[in-house]
């Protein structure tokens, strides 16, 4: 309830966002007499913006804690302190991505003849879109946690506490370089792409004359990568929730 009271007024941003992220390109293009032509921007606007709204939510809510000190005193466990955070912030995010969801429904049916995309595919799409950002907002959330109790951690130390900043980029960079070399390795490469699922992630519309048409490609993505990426998330969660054990402070 403390997590729910402290960012409710995320949740009312971010609907109020969803409501600009739709009004502005519709006004945009009833102005212009370009029926449709803002769904592109629409689809953009609205990936960009809750890929990020996730783990911004659980940062805001930390850093807020952060200067009361709150969890210095909480008799519970830092992981469940951690998943307070993210059960609220992934209910903010859902509660956002089906009100937007609805409305493109809506959308869909007064507008179905002008369309060129069947119920099934609609359907498939919404589902898709819909996991695929709560599962990478969940993943970004587990490394927003991490570097943020790093970042206070190093804070113990007088000697390094100005270049902190410093030792998470040296971290971020070093994590993608490990994870590129591993990339090139060719066996590895072999096992990844052994099992892979079928995803209709390359799509590309064009409005063209008054109407629109559609390109879609299937995208082969290895599940042994999606296994990889959930085991560290948990990983990052563990080890974020070990850290803030030790009772770190601003």
């Not at 960012?7 to 102005?31: E, H, K, Q």
């Not at 903010?92 to 007064?110: A, C, D, N, P």
Request: aromatic content about 18%; hydrophobic content about 55%.
């Amino acid at each position: 309830m403390k997590d729910f009271y402290i960012s409710r007024n995320w949740f009312m941003a971010c609907l109020i966002g969803d409501a600009v992220f739709l009004l502005i390109p519709f006004v945009v293009s009833t102005y212009v007499n370009v029926p449709l032509s803002f769904i592109p921007i629409v689809l953009l606007m609205v990936l960009g913006f809750h890929i990020f709204l996730l783990p911004a939510m659980p940062i805001q809510m930390l850093q807020l804690e952060g200067k009361t000190q709150l969890w210095l005193y909480n008799p519970q466990s830092s992981s469940k302190l951690f998943l307070s955070k993210l059960i609220v912030c992934f209910g903010y995010q859902l509660i956002s991505q089906l009100f937007l969801t609805v409305i493109g429904l809506v959308i869909f049916m007064f507008l179905r003849d002008e369309i060129p995309f069947g119920t099934t595919f609609i359907f498939k799409g919404i589902v898709l879109i819909n996991t695929a950002l709560l599962g990478i907002g969940l993943y970004l959330s587990c490394w927003v946690m991490f570097y943020w109790c790093i970042y206070h951690s190093l804070g113990k130390f007088p000697m390094i506490k100005s270049f902190r900043w410093i030792i998470l980029i040296l971290i971020f960079f070093s994590y993608n370089a490990i994870q590129a070399m591993l990339g090139k390795i060719g066996l590895l490469r072999e096992v990844a792409n052994q099992w892979t699922v079928s995803l209709m992630l390359n799509q590309e519309f064009t409005y063209q004359q008054g109407a629109w048409s559609a390109e879609i490609n299937p995208v082969e993505f290895p599940v042994f990568i999606l296994i990889l990426y959930i085991l560290l998330a948990f990983s990052l969660f563990f080890f974020s929730s070990w850290l803030l054990d030790r009772k770190v402070e601003v």
